[in-house]
C-alpha cells in the first residue's frame, strides 16, 4: 500500500516542526542554499584547513537558526552529494567505489580538526 504523503509523519503536526516551529518542508529549500554555497565556498580552498573550519561555521548558524532538525537535514543533503560525487567519480575513472573511499578515508590524517 503506498504511503499518503498528504499526512504528516507520525500523524502529529507538531513532530515534523523544530523548536521555531519551522516545518522540514519549509525549512529544506533554505539548507539546500546553505549546503551548496557552504561546497562553493571550501571546493579548491586553500588552505585545507579552512574546511572544516567553513563547516563548523556553517553548522553552528544552521543550528541556531533551524535547530537539530536543519542540521539533520544539512547532513543529509551533504551526504547526499558526496555519494552522487563518489559514484560519479569510480565510473569515470574505472575505479571501485571502495578505492575511492579509502582514498578519501585517508585524507581523515591530514585534516586539522582544531580545537
Do not use: H, W
Not at 11 to 18: L, N
Amino acid at each position: 500500500m503506498a504511503e499518503n504523503r498528504d499526512e504528516p509523519r507520525g500523524g502529529d503536526e507538531e513532530t515534523d516542526r523544530d523548536e521555531d516551529g519551522a516545518s522540514d518542508e519549509a525549512m529544506a529549500p533554505d539548507i539546500v542554499e546553505i549546503s551548496m554555497s557552504l561546497l562553493r565556498r571550501v571546493a579548491g580552498a586553500y588552505p585545507e584547513e579552512r574546511i572544516p573550519q567553513e563547516a563548523q561555521a556553517v553548522t553552528d548558524e544552521v543550528l541556531e537558526k533551524y535547530g537539530m532538525e536543519g542540521v539533520r537535514i544539512l547532513v543529509m543533503c551533504l551526504t547526499a552529494y558526496a555519494a552522487v560525487e563518489v559514484e560519479r567519480n569510480a565510473q569515470t575513472s574505472g575505479r571501485s567505489l571502495e578505492s575511492i573511499l579509502d582514498e578519501m578515508d585517508v585524507t581523515r590524517f591530514e585534516i586539522d580538526y582544531g580545537d
